[in-house]
């Protein structure tokens, strides 16, 4: 089975005219073929430059980064990029703003457009078509943005802090959809993400990472009880809190490490 993820050693020094930062520190991961896996760790550990990296928008310094077992050399259609922020042009209705991904790659069709509002509809958001993004919600244009990076199907998706803007609840909704999804559209997905009980719910493997400079501090496998259980009821499953306390010592420990 080829990973669908392989960073080997992987450095990445940040130059500025002013200093080199040593960012990321011989990281090593490897997610396989629909495995969720979560990314973890303090402001600054170096999350988005490792996503960053697995998409093609940034090279390595040393090491290798491949996707289906090829280097990456740029961005490709078959990976998918959430940000935080979701970045639908205003002046777009929501029709337009998902089939924006199909429209730059010249892919385009009647077919897909339809199958791109069909996703629209999977996530609730049949009769918002031909409305603005300013008539939504964040929740609804989040959702919005998880539709554009879906329409162009790709098979990995890396999802950077896409709740962390929303309210609690709207939150467990999205996070319990998101999984669904994945699960449906058999798709493999790297998720960074600030909540730690948001990452043991959702994830297969929760990844903890540490700064000064970036490098892999303990990785968690999620057990089967609370994987297999909906985002939403996971958080009750027997063994969550343990989990959980587990996780946050080791976050607890890389801060330590720094002071
Ligand atoms: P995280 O997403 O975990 O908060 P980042 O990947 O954004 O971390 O950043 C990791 C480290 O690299 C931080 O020390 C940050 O200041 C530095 N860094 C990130 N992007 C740049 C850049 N474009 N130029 C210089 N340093 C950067
Ligand atoms: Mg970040």
């Known amino acids: 089975m080829v990973p669908v993820v392989e960073l080997k050693e992987v450095t990445q020094v940040y130059v500025t005219d002013r200093e ?4 990321i520190d011989r990281i090593s991961l490897t997610v396989n073929p629909g495995e969720f896996v979560s990314l973890v760790g ?3 550990c170096g999350k988005t430059t490792i996503l ?3 998409a093609g928008l940034l090279h390595s310094t040393t090491g290798e980064v491949k996707v289906h077992g090829t280097n990456v050399q740029g961005p490709s259609p078959t990976v998918g990029y959430m940000l ?3 970045y639908l042009f205003p002046w777009r209705t ?5 089939c924006i991904g199909l429209e730059l790659t010249g892919q385009l069709t009647a077919q897909l457009r339809d199958y791109t509002l069909q996703l629209l509809e999977e996530m609730g958001l049949s009769n918002t078509a031909q ?3 300013h008539q939504l919600s964040g929740g609804m244009r989040q959702r919005v943005a998880l539709v554009r990076t879906l329409a162009t199907n790709p098979d990995l998706l890396l999802l950077d802090e896409p709740f962390s ?4 609840q709207t939150k467990l909704q999205l996070e319990d959809l998101i999984v669904e999804t994945m699960k449906q559209h058999q798709k493999t997905a790297i998720l960074v993400t600030h909540d730690l009980s948001e990452a043991i719910a959702v994830s297969d493997r929760v990844i903890v990472l540490e700064r000064n400079p970036g490098r892999v501090r303990k990785e968690f496998v999620i057990p089967d009880g609370i994987r ?8 009750e499953q027997e063994g969550f809190n343990q989990l959980f306390h587990n996780v946050w010592k080791e976050l607890e420990a890389t801060e330590r490490r720094e002071s």
């Open 228 to 235: 297999q259980a909906q985002p939403f009821y996971a958080r």
């Open 94 to 98: 929501i029709a337009d703003n998902v």
């Open 165 to 168: 803007a929303l309210d609690y």
């Open 20 to 23: 080199a930062t040593l960012a």
């Open 42 to 44: 303090p402001s600054g």
């Open 84 to 86: 935080q922020q979701d």
């Open 131 to 133: 409305l603005y993004p």
């Open 52 to 54: 960053s990296m697995i």
